[in-house]
Every structure is written in C-alpha cells, then in structure tokens.
C-alpha cells in the first residue's frame, strides 16, 4: 500500500511503514541523524531514536517527532527546517556536548566525529548546559580495542551491531538517567568477555568510545631503534582502501605508492602479505585433499580470519576439530622472515620487529596469542596497526602520498599471485584454494580461474563446484551472524558441506574494522572489492603453486605442504573458551 504525504511542500508517494526520514531521503531533503544506522547487506538497522537529533515538525502533533522511528500516515504534513525544529536539534546536541570529554584535539577520532560535524553544522559554539559530567574508568584490557564509556552517547550503534549483526552479545545498555552507559556483560574487562575484537563497534561508533588499540608509537620507536631490523608486510585489503585516506576514491589501487611510502618511513625490508596468503594455500589446499583421501573431519572452514576463531571459541567450542590448522597468512610470513629469512640471509632473529599493516583490528589481539610464535618471547608478529594508522603515520612524515611513485616489494617474502590478493574479498580464501586443489587433484590446468558464484556481497553463499569425479559442496558467509546460522547447521548434521569459509566483517578483509570508515556505504566496500579482482587479473600468476619464491620456499627450507616443518612453523591449535 502506498502513502501520501507532504515534506516542505513537496508531494510525495512512498510505501507504508516507510519512517520519515527514508521518506525525506527519496526526495534529497537532507535530515541530521546521529543514533540513526540502516545498513540494510548487513541485517543492521539501529533506529531507536535515542539522540533525537533527527527531530521535524509533523502538522497535528504537539511535540517534535524523531524522523528515524516515525511511519508515515496517508495525508502526513511534514517540516524539517522549522526554527523549531532547528532548535530542537540544537538542544540536543547542547546536551550531549554537556556530558561529553572536550578533549576533541587529542582524541582519535577528531576530524572524523559524527558528533563534532553534527556540532559544526548546527552552528553550535558554547557548552549552554555546563554541570556534572559521567566518569567512567577507561577499559585498555584487550590487546585490540579500547572502550571509553565518557565518549559514549548512548546511541547503542555498538549493541545493535554486536547483539544484531554479530551475535557475539558483548554489549548492553545498563543503568537509567545520567548514569546510563553501554557496557560489557557483568561490567566485565573488555578481554575477559567473548569478544572477538571484529572491530564493527569500533566501525559503527559515531565518536571516540570505541577505538582500536594504537600501537603507531610502537613502530615509531622500533624504527628509531639502530639496533632492530624492521620489517614491514602489507595485507591484500589495505591496498584498495589506503587510498581513501588521502582523498583517493574507494576502490583504488594504491600498492606501489604504499610500497614507497613504507620506504620513507624507514622500515628495513617491505614484504607483502601476499605471499603469506599463498603459502596458506599451499598447506590449506594440502590438508583439504588430506581430508578427502584419509576420511578427515568435512567440512574444513578457513582460519584465516581471527575474529571469526575466537567466535567459534566461545560459541561453538565442540567444532574445534573442523577449522584448519593453518596460520593466517601475516603470521606465516611473519614467522617465515624470522626463520627462512634471518637463516637465507644471516640476521639474528632475536632482532628481528616485524610490523603488519592489517584491515583488521582482531590481528592486534591474534599477534598476542601465545601458540602463535616460536617460544614464549619470539611471537610471529610484533607490532599489528590497522590501514587508519598507517594514513596517519604516513601524514605525520609529512609525506606526500599522491606525489610518490610507484615502487615494488623486496624480494623473496615480496612475489605474490593473483590467488593471493583475492584474499581480501569474501569467498577469496576459497577460490585460491580451489584454484589449486582442483590442478593437484585432476592433474589437469585450470583454464577458468574466476568462481563468481563465490563472490558478492549475499550473506551466505553455495555452489557446487566439479572436480574430477567429485562434486565439492562450499558455502561461504562473512558477518558472524550468517557464520552462526552455517555452524548450527553443522551441529544439527543439516550441513553436508566439504568446505566452507568465514569472515568476521562485512565483505571481507575489505570491510575490515581498521579500515577507513565507510559509514554504512556499500558501494565503498563493492569498490573496494572490485579493485580486488582487477588486481587478481592484473598478476601473470593467479595460482599460488606457481609461485616461484613459494616453491623455492618449500625446496629449500619447508620441504613437504603438510610435512612436519611445515606443521611447526606455518600451523596452529585452538582453545575451548567460556561463552559469557
């Protein structure tokens, strides 16, 4: 059925249970919101109208009405751009800046604040209700995310995606009036929950509340430091976003001006993540057929991705059998230039730091797994910042990044395949793996390297994909909430999937909670992906056992995929988790 109505004089006709504000949108009369998220590919919709910053004149009705939360009715007769409405949205704002730190110059998220460009357009110059303000200690417990409840507004964004989207259930709103605040269950530290530190509060967070874990000072000092020998390793995904943070459109391609920019920086040697992805394929693809032709547990699921590990951790702690032990591909090469590295070229590994410059905040925490290094003061990775720290180091030397030219990964850790980059985008993982199980298991070339029934951004997604005598049964899902429904399927013996993979973040890697903020925007993270498979067609090797340095690699120091060096450098265990 369909309503009539009227926004500033305008007619218009729009379904039932249309609210006014997505009313207003489809006429491009622009109403503030600030509490307000509809991120629709995501199953997110966060309009509980708690800021009232989104407040019109509706004829009839006494009292200003939230256009976020309010139908519209057949005969409707809306203002946006009363002085009463104005006004209202003033106060509120005034309001929220009364309980709120005035520490906008040095907190993170200054110049990217919703609540301090919601503050600038409305005009607003003075704090009109000066008096008490919330204090709340400041959780730094993770490894990974650090939650400042003083910046908090209430808009219970963070809920919503965790409790909705995620299913994780971090987060509730406790308490009434002045002392109301999001926390954690129990009011526990932030590390003692079931988080899995995906970042999508950190993403969808209007203001410094939730922000990653900085560890910026901590390269800075490595890289001051005459006696370290630093090396750098770049994640698929950072390459079609970092762009952005330099007024670049989403979705370009920015790998050798990054590359070069690393060098400035100083950083010792700049290797790509890439090459981790394929020597990840290399043993993944191995234990899938391992699997096949000795009745090994199916379906295998990618563990690439930490935040969906510590998931199935805390939820689904009885399927710790079914992921594949690999590492993820940063904390190969990771502890592939700490070992194959310093031995081919004679450097200590003891004064090895290797950076990782991630789309993912969960690989602050995964770095600090203990399993996840050679011995309890050697970790595979050192020092994890997100894309968004990388933009500001690269501004903060005053570099120029649009001027750079474009300069190439040192070699060996730096050779890379088309496989390899599909890594950054949801199904990649699955399509490189595919991509050589099929050669090893056929003995025959893959003309067609490209699995579009794999790609695209649906929440979950199967084929059935023919290889040999055998048709292979994969799904794929990124956001946990999807990766919730595939997991009880498994439990219930519904699945008969033989591999399935998951990602924490909406689109992949190229969604990840430390890239730049894409604000609900879906054609950012289309873009982004998009630049993804340019970049795959782009490469003259898309298989990743045709990487000549990944199979110098095996030659000379690994020898088998699968093989028992290969097992103690390049693979990993999981731990049974409390669900609180």
């Known amino acids: 059925m369909d309503i009539q109505l009227t926004i500033n004089d305008i007619s218009l006709t729009v379904p039932e249970g249309m609210s006014i504000l997505d009313a207003a949108r489809t006429i491009n009369i622009d109403i503030p919101t600030l509490c307000y998220l ?12 708690s800021c009232r910053v989104c407040v019109v004149e509706v004829e009839g009705r006494r009292n200003l009405a939230p256009a976020c939360s309010t139908p519209v009715f057949n005969g409707m007769v809306v203002k946006t751009d009363t002085l009463r409405a104005v006004q209202g949205r003033r106060t509120m704002v005034e309001l929220l800046l009364s309980d709120h730190p005035k520490s906008c110059l040095t907190c993170a998220k200054n110049l990217d604040c919703d609540l301090q460009s919601l503050a600038a357009d409305l005009g ?21 995310i650090i939650r400042d409840p003083n910046k908090c507004i209430r808009c219970r964004r963070c809920e919503t995606m965790c409790n909705d989207v995620q299913t994780v259930g971090v987060y509730s709103a406790v308490g009434r009036g002045f002392e109301t605040v999001v926390k954690t269950a129990f009011d526990l530290p932030q590390h003692d929950t079931s988080c899995t530190f995906c970042g999508q509060c950190v993403a969808v967070c209007p203001t410094g509340a939730l922000m990653e874990l900085d560890q910026v000072d901590k390269v800075w000092k490595a890289l001051n430091d005459p006696t370290r020998y630093v090396i750098v390793e770049t994640a698929p995904a950072v390459r079609v976003a970092l762009g952005e943070g330099f007024g670049l459109e989403p979705g370009t391609i920015v790998t050798g001006k990054m590359v070069a920019a690393l060098r400035r920086l100083g950083f010792d040697r700049v290797f790509d993540t890439e090459f981790g992805a394929d020597v990840t394929i290399m043993e993944e693809a191995t234990e899938l057929i391992h699997r096949i032709e000795h009745g090994g547990r199916l379906p ?9 590990v510590k998931f199935f951790e805390h939820q689904f702690p009885d399927l710790l059998d079914i992921p594949s032990t690999c590492k993820s591909p940063h904390e190969m090469l990771g502890v592939l230039s700490k070992s194959y590295y310093a031995e081919t070229y004679g450097i200590d590994p003891q004064k090895i730091t290797v950076v990782s410059i991630m789309p993912c905040i969960a690989k602050k925490y995964e770095a600090a797994r203990p399993e996840l290094g050679q011995d309890p003061v050697t970790p595979d990775v050192d020092i994890v910042i997100t894309t968004r720290e990388l933009s500001r180091m690269i501004r903060e030397a005053g570099i120029h990044f649009d001027h750079l030219k474009e300069e190439e990964f040192d070699h060996p850790l730096g050779e890379s395949t088309g496989a390899a980059v599909v890594f950054g985008a949801t199904g990649g993982v699955i ?3 595919l991509r050589t199980a099929y050669e090893w298991l056929t003995g025959k070339p893959l003309e067609n390297v490209e699995f579009e029934s794999l790609r695209g951004m649906d929440g979950i997604k199967e084929a059935v994909i023919p290889i040999g005598q055998r048709d292979f049964r994969i799904a794929v899902t990124h956001g946990l909430g999807n990766a919730r429904t595939i997991l009880e399927k498994i439990q219930s013996g519904e699945s008969n999937y033989d591999a399935i993979e998951i990602m924490a973040c909406p689109g992949g890697c190229i969604g990840g909670g430390g890239q730049p903020y894409h604000h609900g925007n879906i054609e950012i993270l289309q873009a982004r992906a998009n630049a993804i498979y340019e970049e795959d067609r782009s490469k003259p090797l898309r298989k990743s056992h045709e990487n000549p340095a990944v199979l110098k690699l095996y030659k000379d120091f690994i020898g088998e995929p699968y093989g028992e060096k290969a097992h103690q450098l390049l693979h990993t265990s999981f731990t049974k988790r409390r669900k609180i």
């Open 38 to 49: 509809n991120l629709h590919e995501m199953r997110m919709n966060n309009h509980i109208a």
């Open 300 to 308: 295998i699921l990618t563990s690439c991705c930490p935040a969906w």
């Open 431 to 433: 399509e490189a793996t």
């Open 124 to 144: 607003v110059r003075n704090i009109t209700y000066e008096g008490e303000e919330s204090e709340f200690p400041i959780d730094k417990s993770s490894l990974a």
